[in-house]
């Protein structure tokens, strides 16, 4: 089976936002509960310390968020090869992967996982390395036959049932 792909900045960046948004919100409430108890030890009004912690609260996340965006999209711009068309062809036994500039391939046995989730199949080479594959470039039938094949291989997964 071989299947066509083009990841874009909005795919890319829609995908490390959903993956990074409780991390961004939890790292945020961590600061803002350090602020706060740093302006409680102080004894200034209650009031005050809500407002004021409201406002950093926003400031750190918005800062996050910016940071967040500017460093994705220098990751993004940097890499040639996530923003080529790929294309990819599963075997029984490989994944092969064509780009503009590449030709490679990998065995089944070499995969470390792989991650299924809404939008993506993310196919591990390592605990950090992975290959990013958009679902809107495969068919219902598509789907299913590369959860058998990963299946089929004892790869480790954690894939979808739908």
Known sequence: MTVETHITFKDFL???????LPRLIIFSFIILIFFGL?????EIDKKE??????IW????FVFMIGRSYFRLKNAFYSNKKIQEKISYTFTEEKIHTKGETFDGEFTWKTVHRVKENKDWFLIYQSKTTM??????????????????????????AKLRND
């Open 131 to 156: 290959n990013m594959i958009p679902k809107k470039y495969f068919t219902k039938d598509q789907i299913r036959e590369l959860r058998n094949l990963v299946q089929k291989n004892n790869v480790k």
């Open 49 to 54: 310390i809500s407002k004021s912690a409201s």
């Open 57 to 60: 609260f926003a400031a750190v």
């Open 38 to 42: 740093n302006l409680y030890n102080e």
């Open 14 to 20: 829609n995908f490390n936002f959903k993956n990074s």
